[in-house]
């Protein structure tokens, strides 16, 4: 018996394999520090960078990174016909996939649920906000639109992807260069001669509504964790993800999971938000 | 109708595209490759980099002008119920090559289309060779491929094997040696020729032309093309694993083309080489 | 200020609330909530057999699943799923059902606005009929700012939501404020000198909207749960009434 007193009393663990046993352990002596695992201070966010016409074949495109995080939103403009109640407004039809290439966490086939809800928030903000006058976007009334297919590929998964993706989708929107169309009976035609300010044109953005993301560890006393990577998620109960426009104007307060919030903790997160998002701007300019 | 994604309109089309008549199109002609000063057998310069995802065992991007593939590996890992009908003594190598959206002059379907079948069953059959799949029993090794921008099929897949296997590599899986690939295409060259484009078939049979072999041909190129090769090559065995030809050309020409790939594939393995070694003194000083 | 929906006379009046249990005899428990002309009809069934995949070693998996009005479930019914299950899951005690599945469907059954408010409430009901372990009650309301008037809403009807600015859902519970909380430091003071209380758990705004009118809705929902909190309450206790009365006769 006393042997086994021993070896228990002498047994340790590596960093590496608590971390693996007790996620949620481990990461509770970093918070208890002020820090977090990977260096950053619990409002610290992670270094993004914003990369513009990354692809040739997309109509509008970019690259983000958010950490670990990489997203490339490609958009690609094609001709439809416009619904009956809105016959002079185009489309604009953003997805996001979330493919196993970039975590172990997904699977092959169809879009996962995260991929869905984060696909419908993105939505939802380009519609709800008004971002564009889809107006713009008619190419003969009642008879064709554009549409375009705003599809983000993550490249590498680490947490926060609603940020990194209407980040995205946002820049891949500024860069649109949609060429003149001429419509002739039911054909819609462009020019195929290179790009020049005369025969093409850039979208007008109303407003770019951009995200900022807070994880809930630990409740009650709701440590907040700003722009959580995604051992983060893992271990934390809820979050909260706040929307401003150019004109600090809120686009969107989530607020899902964990323990009731104090009005008081959401001003914080939005006033928080307002700094990051200007932050952001920078980058887009 | 995808239910699971956010509906878009059903029968979108991309618009018809006119060109000018008095605008020159590109087309092939002696020492006027399209859009660079490359010679016939130079490939175009690559960038390639290890370990972008930091999620996947291992990963690799690479990039050769407009051309641009990610790859991420996982594993090896257990089999899924579904996979594991029987016990094996060696492990799979499990490929799947997706292009994106909007990497293609026409959109494409996030759902995987036959062609996306098809060049992942020629990336597991270009790699597998050169895998030691006997050490792992029962296990998969998964290998998810992304095309974000395609500029030539043929060079797109040689580029998806070349950046497939340096991610194996950095995933640490063992392997009989690296497996770089390149293609090669087949061109009508027109011998003497001016300003204006020569593609009308009577004046190329005419021994005015000359039959040429371009390597790493851009989507522009592959246009003109009689038939192509896409050749993966373990350089340091001197072993060639895949190849895959199409279209019509001599058996000569042919013959000449393979000797061509195998010395474009020693100049990929150089750049392959110096990328791993990176990413091993990257991670000793981080 | 006059409303679109002309039944109301102010715009902080809820539409009358409607509610039946135990409606549906193969499930473990259903309710049926209406506020209005919007009803969402839901179901329980658990603890039951969960599959390998979900299974959670230490307390019972939650599947929510959204059926919508007309047609098959969307991206809109997935995100509603994961609103629900995300704000149940610290709710329900499920660590007494480990290794066993809770499921909840949530049917629309008639849409004229809020049925997300609608579809929590609900839920809650339902739970309840279950009889699965809770640590507290949820409410929800919904509220809009009028795109015209800059007017808040509460409870807006199709109509009402079609002229909408912004639009906001809020979930609140019935527990006192967490003992640890500060008081008054927890509440924000608005420039007109009012007090936003209240700890929220659950809230989806969208639109455009400016801070003060997002803490305006805020205490509107606040207040207006409360409503919703107590017809719950009464809504209980006259189910167990009359199913005590039942036994005694």
């Known amino acids: ?285 | 109708m995808d239910r699971k994604r956010v509906a878009g309109p059903e029968n979108a089309v991309a618009p018809l595209v006119e060109y000018p008549k008095d605008q020159l199109r590109w087309a092939p002609q002696q020492e006027h490759r399209h859009s660079s000063k490359r010679q016939p057998e130079d490939i175009r310069p690559i960038y390639l980099k290890t370990g972008l995802i930091n999620q996947a065992n291992g990963s690799a991007y690479i990039e050769l002008e407009r051309t641009k593939i990610a790859c991420g590996v996982y594993g090896p890992r257990q089999k899924k119920a579904s996979q594991l009908s029987s016990f094996s003594g060696k492990g799979t190598l499990n490929c799947e090559f997706k292009f994106a959206t909007f990497s293609c002059q026409k959109r494409r379907h996030h759902i995987r289309d036959a062609q996306e079948r098809e060049l992942s069953q020629v990336l597991s059959q270009a790699l597998a060779p050169a895998v030691r799949l006997e050490l792992f029993p029962k296990s998969v090794v998964d290998v998810y491929v992304t095309v974000l921008e395609n500029d030539g099929l043929a060079a797109c897949l040689a580029a998806a094997i070349t950046c497939a296997s340096v991610a194996l590599a950095h995933a640490g899986i063992e392997m009989l040696d690296l497996v770089a690939a390149c293609s090669g295409s087949y061109m009508t060259v027109p011998r003497n020729a001016l300003g204006q484009p020569q593609t009308d078939a009577t004046t190329t049979a005419a021994g005015a032309s000359r039959d040429e072999i371009w390597m790493d041909a851009d989507l522009e190129e592959e246009k003109h093309e009689d038939g192509s090769i896409v050749l993966a090559y373990m350089p340091s065995l001197n072993q060639v694993t895949h190849v895959l030809q199409n279209g019509r050309a001599e058996g000569a020409v042919i013959s000449q083309s393979v000797e061509s790939c195998i010395e474009a594939c020693n100049k990929i393995y150089a750049v392959m080489q110096h990328s791993l070694l990176e990413s091993i003194t990257n991670g000793k000083t981080q | 200020m006059a409303r679109l929906d002309k039944s109301r006379t102010s715009s902080h009046q809820l539409r009358p609330f409607f509610t039946s249990q135990n409606l549906l005899n193969r499930a473990d428990g259903s309710a049926q909530f209406d506020f209005g002309g919007t009803s969402v009809l839901c179901s329980v069934v658990g603890p039951a057999e969960v599959k390998i995949r979900d299974e959670k070693l230490d307390k019972a998996t939650l599947e929510v699943l959204a059926r919508p009005l007309v047609g098959v479930p969307g991206v809109k019914d997935k995100t509603i799923e994961q609103n629900i299950r995300e704000t149940l899951e610290p709710l329900v005690l499920s660590g007494l059902h480990p290794r066993t599945l809770l499921q909840i469907v949530v049917q629309t059954m008639q849409d004229d606005g809020c049925v997300q408010s609608t579809a929590f409430n609900a839920t809650m009901l339902a739970l309840i009929d279950a009889g699965v372990p809770l640590n507290s009650i949820l409410g929800s309301v919904t509220c809009m700012i009028d795109r015209k008037t800059n007017q808040v809403l509460l409870d807006p009807t199709r109509e009402e939501l079609a002229q909408a600015k912004s639009t906001h859902v809020f979930v609140f519970d019935n527990k006192a404020p967490p003992a640890q909380s500060k008081g008054d430091e927890d509440d924000v003071v608005m420039e007109d000198g009012d007090r936003v209380e209240g700890h929220v758990l659950f809230c989806e705004s969208t639109g455009v909207f400016t801070e003060a009118e997002y803490f305006e809705c805020y205490q509107v929902c606040y207040k207006g749960v409360q409503t919703v909190h107590g017809f719950l309450r009464t809504a209980v206790q006259k189910k167990f009434e009359k199913e005590h009365q039942q036994l005694q006769d």
């Open chain 1, 1 to 285: 018996m006393t042997s086994v007193a021993a070896t228990s009393s002498t047994f340790t663990f590596s960093a590496a394999a608590f971390q693996r046993l007790h996620p949620a352990e481990y990461f509770r002596k970093f918070v208890s520090q002020g820090v977090r695992p990977d260096g950053r201070l619990l409002s610290g966010f992670r270094p993004t960078t914003v990369h513009k016409s990354v692809v040739s074949t997309a109509n509008g495109s970019s690259m983000v990174r958010v950490g670990g995080t990489t997203v490339v939103c490609g958009i690609k403009a094609e001709v439809a016909e416009p619904t009956l109640e809105a016959q002079d407004k185009g489309y604009i039809v953003p997805n996001v996939e979330l493919s196993p290439m970039c975590s172990s966490a997904f699977k092959a086939g169809p879009p996962s649920e995260q991929a869905q809800v984060v696909s419908d928030a993105i939505d939802r903000i380009l519609k709800d906000s008004d971002v564009v006058d889809l107006e713009q976007l008619c190419i003969e009334k009642g008879r064709a639109v554009w549409a375009l297919w705003a599809d983000v590929v993550c490249i590498s998964y680490d947490g926060n992807i609603l940020d990194a993706a209407l980040l995205a989708v946002m820049t891949a929107l500024t860069n649109v260069r949609l060429r003149k169309p001429t419509y002739d009976e039911g054909v819609v035609t462009v020019s195929g001669e290179a790009l020049t300010e005369e025969n093409s044109f850039s979208l007008t953005l109303t407003r770019t509504p951009l995200s900022t993301t807070f994880a809930i560890f630990d409740t009650p006393n709701n440590t907040l964790l700003a722009d959580p990577n995604s051992a983060e998620e893992n271990v934390s109960l809820g979050r909260i993800t706040v929307t401003l426009d150019e004109k600090n104007q809120l686009c969107g307060v989530h607020k899902v999971g964990s323990g009731s919030c104090s009005p008081a903790l959401i001003k914080s997160c939005i006033e928080r938000a307002k700094e990051r998002t200007q932050e952001l701007r920078s980058l887009l300019a």
